[in-house]
Structures are given as structure tokens and as C-alpha cells.
């Protein structure tokens, strides 16, 4: 039973977002679902349409449980390159956030939907192009606004910058080394010090 603070729906997410992260669509069973949430089949699809509804709003939640942090830190600042610096260090910490939590959902999810299962890889694909956008956009506005130097191409910097924190990311959790991110978010701030300001 869900406690007072929290509606069914809402329940059965925290309990099932963790184990969708940790074992994928195919790997999550019915008796994971049941077991975590205590409740029956029944009591968890009457929320839910089916399970891969299910799956596509606790991938949702567990990209919101690793980035609201980030979105905080980014909302303080209006400088384009402060919020850039804030960037890169919330990923030198990222590797210890997604260890705690299985994995990064991102790449969990992106790894175990392709090609398999369209409706949960489309979610990935939104959050992933977002994310990107979110980049760009940091970039473009510190054009526009004279902390950037206006000769940057603000949708090949933000795409490539974005593909080097995936690919770092992806080297962190696959070599089980954090060194990867740090490495990368120094070669990111150095980037963005040589090519940026003016």
C-alpha cells in the first residue's frame, strides 16, 4: 500500500523505476514488479495501460532522479560560462550518482530498447535530443549575449560537446572508472576556455 504522501501511480514508480533501470525492459519480470511494490498484477496495470507504459514513465523518473540536481545548479547562474562550469562539474560527480542508482538511464535504456522495443527507445531518443537542445541553447544565448565569441557554431559545438559526455559516460560505467569523466570535463573546460571566451 502506498503511504500518505505518496498516490498509487507515484508509488509504483519509486518502487519499480530502480529495477527497470538495473534490468531492462526484458530482464524486469511481473514478480519484480509485484515483489517491490506488494502489490498484484492487476492492482499495478490498473494504473498503468500495460508495462511498457510502465517502463517509459520509470525511465522518465529515473532521468529526473540524476538531473534535477542539475537543473537547480543551472538556474542560479546567468553567465552562459558559468553555467557551462556548472556542466562539467556536475559530471566529474556523475559516475558516484548512477553507480548508487544501477547505471545511467540514458545509456541502460538506450542500450536495452534498440531494436526492440520502439516506444521506450523513442523516450530515450527525446530525452537525449533535450538534453543536447538544452546545450546548444546555453551556448547560443552566450553568443547572443557577448560571453561567447559570436564566430562559434553553437549547434556543432553543443553536439559535439554533448557526444563527449555520452562517450565519457559510457567509458566511466563500462571500465567501472570515474577517471574518464574527470578526464573529459577538464579536456571540455579547456575547450571552452581556448575557443569561447572572448
Do not use: W
Not at 43 to 65: M, P
Not at 178 to 198: A, V
Amino acid at each position: 500500500m502506498a503511504p500518505d504522501n505518496l498516490n498509487t501511480r507515484d508509488f509504483i514508480l519509486q518502487k519499480v523505476a530502480p529495477i527497470f533501470n538495473k534490468k531492462g525492459y526484458a530482464g524486469t519480470s511481473l514478480s519484480d514488479l509485484t515483489e517491490a511494490t506488494g502489490l498484484t498484477k492487476g492492482a499495478i496495470y490498473f494504473h498503468f495501460v500495460n508495462k511498457e507504459e510502465l517502463a517509459v514513465q520509470a525511465f522518465k523518473l529515473n532521468v529526473k532522479k540524476v538531473t534535477s540536481s542539475l537543473s537547480v545548479q543551472l538556474a542560479q547562474y546567468d553567465n552562459s560560462i558559468d553555467k557551462l562550469q556548472v556542466l562539467t562539474n556536475y559530471y566529474r560527480n556523475y559516475y558516484d550518482v548512477i553507480s548508487m542508482n544501477g547505471g545511467c538511464p540514458i545509456l541502460n535504456m538506450g542500450a536495452d530498447s534498440n531494436n526492440i522495443n520502439p516506444a521506450l527507445f523513442e523516450a530515450v531518443k527525446k530525452v537525449s535530443k533535450r538534453l543536447e537542445m538544452d546545450l546548444i541553447g546555453i551556448i547560443q544565448t552566450g553568443i547572443n549575449n557577448g560571453e561567447i565569441r559570436s564566430n562559434i557554431d553553437a549547434d556543432m559545438y553543443g553536439k559535439n560537446i554533448y557526444a563527449m559526455i555520452e562517450g565519457s559516460v559510457f567509458m566511466a560505467i563500462t571500465r567501472h572508472d570515474g577517471s574518464y569523466l574527470n578526464n573529459m570535463m577538464d579536456m571540455i573546460d579547456q575547450l571552452i576556455q581556448e575557443k569561447f571566451i572572448r
